[in-house]
């Protein structure tokens, strides 16, 4: 995410881009979806649903946008920098400058950004074939102070992340291993609530053995942020498979019971105190802005590129919908845990002990091969914003320090609180509005505004948003902080409750 142009990659179909989309947006956020909808009502959450699921497809066309603009101004640069060298070898040819004024010298030069692009095509020079990433298209689009507040932005917003987490690994553990080793087999998922302060194994409270998984967590995985990891094939193929299996089972054992009779759920139409929550958790969950350079790119054809996004999404909310629901009218409200997975360790729900153990393990498994990856580009986007230009850092603050800013925050937020679904809704609240509301508004806005004074007005982005009229974009950045404000006065309200 530090940004920076690359090679494209294999290309793929357009159909394969839609897999591999389907699959970025849909992740471990996913998992507190079903808490978030029974706290804050069926209706409520649905329609918040669908209207943050057309907000994130809007912005993501902004990003589609000033992706094509930035590969329009890297090849313009680049036949600035050719006609140049002819130029220079035209004037050590021998032949004069008046010779050259008197040919085209002087048309090409006041008018040549305009006339070439139009001589070559103004729909090619817009073409997406090199990923640039979005820190590159900050530092193209925006001045300093805006490039700043972008690497803040996503730095907090993967701190988040790792704090998630950080905690969403020992928690799985904790429920797991606690229930299996106590008096109460299989309970996990039951009527039974627990405290942080019952007892574990023997004088271990949870508590303990949750802070115990978090050190092991640390330990075993936390050395990679001093490392290079990079995120293979085939680890990828692995958690998507993981993934999937572990989302339709819990679709259909949901529906199952259901369908015996078996429901418990009796969700309620609107709570107004749980939109915090599912504002947050539903950013956090239709996050895909930030890696779209590297999932776009790739695409073979792009013509139809925002109607397979636009697809994308339309499966994405069907599918947000029938996990919420399903886990919302198959369990009571106050036995949803804030991981849905852990809802089927419970020996009534499944009989079958290696699908209670595989649900209840499946985040450790997944979450732990990603945590190093988020870490190593935390780490890296701490360099990049610190790095000036021909400077180098001393091998101790290179190899020490910004691997230890990165690691040490979010072991701490997770050893001070596991309440992920607040830990999702905050990262989603804040870093998340930022990324997914304001950052691809401003970009759109930017380099609409670059486009123009560089090949003129009448110059067509080919990538250009269906929102295209700048009512959107203002409207977009109202909403991003209109966002800001409702849930820090929430927040603020909910704690002088308290």
């Known amino acids: 995410m530090a940004g920076g142009i690359t090679d494209t990659g294999e290309l793929y179909s357009p159909y394969v881009g839609l897999v591999y989309m389907f699959n970025l947006i849909v992740g471990t956020g996913a998992l507190t979806m079903p808490k978030a909808f029974a706290t804050a009502g069926w209706l409520v959450s649905l329609i918040l649903l669908m209207f943050l699921g057309f907000m994130s497809y809007m912005t993501t066309t902004f990003v589609v946008e000033a992706m094509a603009a930035a590969n329009a101004q890297l090849r313009w640069k680049r036949m600035e920098k050719r006609k140049e060298d002819d130029e220079d070898e035209d004037s050590s040819s021998g032949v004069s400058d008046s010779d050259v004024l008197l040919q085209d010298g002087y048309e090409r030069a006041e008018t040549r950004p305009i006339l070439s692009v139009q001589r070559r095509g103004s729909a090619n020079i817009f073409e997406i074939t090199e990923r640039v990433e979005m820190g590159q298209m900050a530092s193209m689009f925006f001045n300093k102070v805006g490039v700043n507040l972008f690497y803040f932005c996503i730095i907090i917003y993967l701190y988040g992340d790792l704090a998630i987490y950080a905690a969403a690994v020992p928690v799985s553990l904790m429920q797991v291993t606690c229930s299996v080793t106590g008096n109460h087999s299989c309970s996990v998922g039951d009527s039974t609530k627990y405290n942080d302060t019952d007892k574990c194994w023997g004088p271990i409270r949870r508590i303990d053995a949750y802070r115990l998984y978090l050190a092991a967590f640390t330990l075993l995985l936390g050395p990679f942020t001093f490392f290079n990891v990079q995120k293979t094939k085939y680890l990828q193929i692995m958690t998507s498979f993981m993934r999937w299996i572990a989302f339709i089972l819990m679709i259909i054992l949901a529906l199952i019971r259901i ?59 069907a599918f947000y919908s029938l996990l919420s629901f399903t886990a919302i009218y198959c369990f009571r409200n106050d036995t949803l845990m804030d991981m849905y997975t852990l809802n089927f360790t419970n020996c009534e729900i499944i009989s079958v002990a290696f699908i209670r153990y595989f649900l209840g393990l499946f985040p450790v498994f ?89 090949f003129g007005s009448g110059t067509v982005n080919k990538h250009l948003s269906p929102f295209r009229h700048s009512f959107w974009i203002v409207f977009v950045l109202i909403w991003g902080f209109s966002c800001f404000v409702f849930v820090t006065a929430n927040i603020v309200l909910s704690e002088s409750k308290l």
Not at 283 to 295: A, E, G, I, N, R
Not at 408 to 434: K, M, Q, R
């Open 366 to 454: 997944t979450i732990s091969t990603n945590f190093p990856i988020i870490a190593v580009t935390l780490r890296n986007n701490w360099k990049t914003l610190f790095h000036r230009e021909g400077g180098t850092y001393p091998w101790v603050v290179d190899r020490i320090v910004f691997p230890a800013i990165t690691l040490i925050p979010p072991v701490l937020v997770a050893f001070c609180t596991h309440d992920l679904e607040s830990l999702v809704g905050i990262t989603g609240a804040y870093a998340g509005n930022g990324i997914q509301y304001l950052i691809p508004a401003f970009l759109a806005y930017c380099s609409r505004k670059d486009t123009q004074l560089v």
């Open 259 to 317: 369908s015996r009779g078996q429901a418990e759920g009796h969700p309620s139409m609107a709570q107004l105190s749980g939109i915090r929550n599912l504002f947050g958790v539903c950013v956090y969950s239709f996050m895909c802005q930030h890696s779209l350079p590297s999932l776009i790119t790739p695409i073979s054809k792009k013509k139809h590129v925002n109607k397979l996004v636009l697809l994308d999404y339309i499966l994405i909310l």
